[in-house]
């Protein structure tokens, strides 16, 4: 057979065009490809929703590839080893209740599982704003990441969803941009983002579960964003809290998707 280099462009932009296409209507859009948006997206596809991922980068895993300070080990206690178990990732046994996992192993095993189970993830793209519809979000508007850097003026395109995941991590921008806009308030105590607090493990990794909730009506909010949002601490290189946030968010918006 002779290749054609005509054949091959052509393959790639109808492939891709109708996937993007495919997914302009969604049931929850993720924004951010780390750890908790991954874990979620994959959680609810598997249920049979229809989920995309949108991230910045071109590379997906947001700060889990990079362990602690490079060091590309993550770790995570009973709880998140009893995931990554579950997974298929290989755990080890640190001692004291600690486990620790390979960065590398952990992102390709969950974005495969994620891809497999149905999502569509759309790296190099990235959420500027987003739709809504009296007080309620109803989708994002998403540009392309070049566009972005290049600080070029082009106009963007917009995907409905009924609901949206905002796992940008520290930034936080998906509420940023509805508090930068809206008049309407966040559903925290003052109606604002309350912002991320120093390290003190313990306590973050607990209060990522409670944060992983719905931020403002259509938007949940999973992950470092969820402490960022209602002003919990970081918890630094321990992975445990993002996964379990993934599998909490997917679970709330799977209830209220089937209710
Ligand atoms: C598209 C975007 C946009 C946008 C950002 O930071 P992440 O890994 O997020 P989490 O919350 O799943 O995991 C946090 C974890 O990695 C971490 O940083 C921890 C545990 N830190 C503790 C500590 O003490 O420091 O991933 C977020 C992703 C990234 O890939 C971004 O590129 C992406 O979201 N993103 N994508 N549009 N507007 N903003």
Known sequence: MAL????????????????????????????GAGPSGLMAAFRLAEKGHKVAVFERKLSIGGGLWGGGMMFNEI???????????????????????????????????????????????????SVEDVMVRENRVTGLVINWTAVEMANLHVDPLTVRSKFVIEATGHATEVLKVIQRKGDAK?????????????????VAEDTTLKNTREAFPGVYVAGMAANATFG???????????????ERVAKLIHERLSA
């Not at 054949?7 to 924004?31: H, P």
């Not at 559903?187 to 120093?198: F, K, V, W």
């Open 4 to 31: 054609d280099e005509i054949k091959i462009s052509r393959a790639i932009l109808d492939r891709y065009f109708n996937k993007l296409s495919d997914c302009m209507e969604l049931d929850v859009a993720v924004v």
């Open 75 to 125: 770790v995570v206690q009973e709880e998140g080893a009893a995931i990554l178990k579950n997974l298929g990732v290989g755990v080890e046994e640190a001692g004291e209740g600690y486990y620790t996992a390979d960065a590398v192993e952990c992102t390709t095993t969950l974005a495969s599982l994620a891809c497999k189970a149905g999502v569509k993830i759309f790296n190099l793209v």
């Open 186 to 202: 966040l559903l925290t105590e003052s109606g604002q983002i309350a912002g991320e607090r120093s390290m003190w493990a313990e």
């Open 232 to 246: 919990s601490f970081r918890m630094g290189p321990i992975f445990g809290g993002m996964l379990l946030s993934g």
